[in-house]
């Protein structure tokens, strides 16, 4: 039995509708995706971030199943999901917010199939991704702190996990000006500069809207790149759904064919193995950020802090430690996000 068509009515793309829509698709698809590689996620951050109980770990095939069966050996199916909830809280709105800002940055720079080039792909991509961190980041932090603690003498919650966050202050800074007019300046640069509160709830924040850039920005790229080879006259028959595509008309816009499941999880896995090679160091530098109040001597560490420390520790590969877990987390989760997207804008209308 084949798909029913999709409805006939075109819907405009600022109209209430359309945002709604689109918002709600993105949220359920992030919410699921994320789902599906939760216990990953959850490991790549501990390996990331260096944790001390799961650093033996990193480094081999053989580390990550180790560690995922301690993790559940010691606290079950919970301990897996740590975070899980701050996950959720967090992706709903940022995978809504990315999906929905990428369909209106695609309506101004790509007005019609003509201008369909991949460069403005990228940067729509791209401006959609740091759209969607400049107003969920906290989240993000929150989420990487609950499921970095491992102790299980003091259990983490989510109120008590912000409020250590907000508390947490740098050691002071111990300084020898030159002459006095430096040490006034600095003096007062340091008494301006928020030290604790809710400064904290940015650490890293610099390192992952630049990580954004290509990660977004590939991701889209190249998701829609492989959809259109998907689409070739030659390969249609055997990777779209019949009866699903629309032609432009006066009251209905261009939609193209659904893909077949598997056509459509192999565009948006590929995606994802693309846009983590290129983003990853960036991202292990920003979660070592987002983690500075609970290792080191607990000052708020800089972007070449954070990066002569990783190449101190382990040189180049210090940037690509989790890189392996990375993959195998990234890859399903974006092609499970992406086909949830693209199926939920086509049942909803849109």
């Known amino acids: ?71 559940y050996k010691e606290a079950g199916v919970k301990g897996l999901y740590k975070g899980h909830s701050a996950t959720l809280l967090r992706i709903f709105p940022y995978a809504g917010i990315k999906f929905l800002a990428y369909e209106q940055i695609r309506a101004v720079f790509i007005k019609s199939q003509a201008q369909e080039t991949p460069g403005r792909r990228f940067v729509s991509g791209s401006l959609a991704g740091m759209v969607s961190v400049f107003f969920t980041y906290p ?14 003498v003091q259990r983490s919650t989510l109120a008590g996990i912000c409020r250590k966050i907000y508390n947490e202050r740098p050691p002071p800074t111990v300084h020898h000006p030159a002459n006095p007019i430096s040490a006034a300046a600095t003096t007062v640069v340091e008494n301006v500069a928020p030290r604790s509160g809710l400064g904290n709830f940015f650490r890293g924040f610099t390192p992952t809207l630049l990580g954004m850039i290509p990660y977004a920005g590939a991701s889209f790229l190249v998701h829609d790149s492989m959809s259109d080879f998907m689409r070739y006259p030659a390969l249609a028959p055997y990777t779209t759904l019949p009866n699903t595509s629309r032609e432009e008309t006066s009251i209905s816009s261009h939609k193209p064919a659904q893909l077949r499941y598997w056509a459509e999880l192999t565009s948006g896995g590929f995606a994802g193995f693309l846009s983590q ?74």
């Not at 983690?291 to 954070?306: A, F, Q, T, W």
Request: charged letters at 20%.
């Open 139 to 152: 989240l993000e932090v929150i989420r990487v702190r609950l499921a970095f603690e491992t102790r299980q």
């Open 277 to 350: 090679t290129v983003s990853y160091p960036l991202e292990v530098i920003r979660r070592r950020m987002q983690v500075g109040g609970v290792v080191g001597d607990g000052h708020r560490l800089s972007i070449p802090e954070v990066t002569r420390r990783i190449w101190t520790e382990r040189g180049l590969r210090g940037f690509f430690v989790g890189l392996t877990i990375g993959y195998i987390k990234v890859v399903p989760m974006a092609a499970v996000s992406f086909y949830i997207y693209e199926r939920g804008k086509f049942y909803l209308g849109i």
């Open 1 to 71: 039995m084949s798909t029913p068509p999709p409805p006939r009515r075109k819907v405009d793309k600022q109209s209430a509708e359309y945002l709604l829509k689109s918002g709600l698709a993105g949220g359920l698809a992030g919410c699921a995706a994320k789902t599906a590689v939760g216990p990953l996620d959850r490991v790549k951050i501990l390996f990331q971030t260096s944790n001390p109980t799961f650093a033996k770990y990193t480094g081999s095939w053989s580390g990550l199943p180790i560690a995922i069966r301690d993790i």
